[in-house]
């Protein structure tokens, strides 16, 4: 049995890891908002340029369309993976990377990946081709950031490089949900109830320059999209798992302050039989 001075320290060492906890879930809720907020904001936008180009390439007859639009023999495919540089945020991290693993395993074909976050990045170096690793984009996130790395992905597309990139990523559902989702970005893929679609536009200036705007923009959206999703939903996790830590270390606390009242008591107890023994040994005497 531990002695009084052992629980006691550990009683000290559970108290201190629920403040670091507490404080974790605190700084983790504080930023959510913003992520939430920047995630509910850019769906709309991402959804409605998606609808939008999808119209007006069922209408056109472009070769700028079918540069990211037509499907070709895959040789070589380009996972771009995305998860946290930090942990401590539950089970956020190694779903993701589970995906990845399940999408390779049904793969036959060569496969590159594009790390966004130390996380997946220190999960595949060993044993996997990594194309590019952009850690370090958290540190100033914006959409011209994820627009200069997209860009070279893009350029390789066009050249042959990869025949199909896809995106692995935390979708943001609320703070104690998140969904790992794969999603085709490149080439893209077209909704057969809007290929049909006869929709009259008026071109201004024209059709062309048109989609030589809206598509590659369309592309980094998608992709800036699953890296805000990814941001709300690692803050999510990790408010969800501290506050999940500090209830278990708050039972576990209470637990031993129990056992550490009843050792008390029986050590008190034991003395006073100790003393009284000695009394009565001393009045016999």
Do not use: C, W
């Amino acid at each position: 049995m531990a002695n009084l001075k052992e629980i006691r320290g550990r009683i000290t060492s559970i108290s201190s890891t629920m403040q670091i906890t507490s404080a974790m879930k605190m700084v983790s809720a504080a930023k959510l908002k913003k992520a939430t907020d920047a995630i509910v904001m850019l769906r709309p936008y991402s959804e409605k340029l998606q609808e939008i180009i999808e119209n007006v390439g069922s209408s056109t007859d472009l070769d700028e369309v079918a540069t990211y639009t037509t499907p070709r023999e895959v040789k070589k495919v380009l996972f771009i993976v995305v998860t946290s540089n930090k942990g401590l945020a539950g089970a956020f991290n190694s779903s993701v990377i589970k995906e990845l693993n399940h999408q390779i395993s049904n793969t036959h074909h060569e496969v590159e990946i594009l790390s966004v976050g130390k996380k997946v990045y220190d999960a595949v170096r060993k044993n996997r081709t990594v194309y590019d690793n952009q850690s370090a984009i958290f540190d100033g996130m914006s959409f011209g950031v994820v627009s200069r790395f997209m860009e070279k992905v893009m350029k390789d597309y066009r050249e042959g490089v990869f025949d199909q990139v896809f995106v692995i990523y935390n979708k943001f559902i609320n703070a104690a949900t998140q969904e790992v989702k794969t999603e085709q970005v490149l080439p893209i893929a077209m909704s057969d109830k809007n290929m049909g679609a006869n929709t009259d536009y008026i071109f201004e200036p024209n059709a062309k320059e048109i989609l030589e705007v809206l598509i590659p923009k369309s592309i980094k959206t998608q992709v800036y999209k699953a890296v805000l999703d990814s941001v709300a939903s690692e803050h999510g996790a990790r408010m969800t798992a501290m506050h999940k830590a500090t209830d278990n270390a708050q039972a576990l606390k209470n637990d031993l302050v129990i056992y550490y009242n009843k050792a008390r008591q029986a050590a008190i107890t034991n003395e006073i039989l100790e003393i009284v023994g000695g009394a009565e040994a001393l009045n016999n005497g």
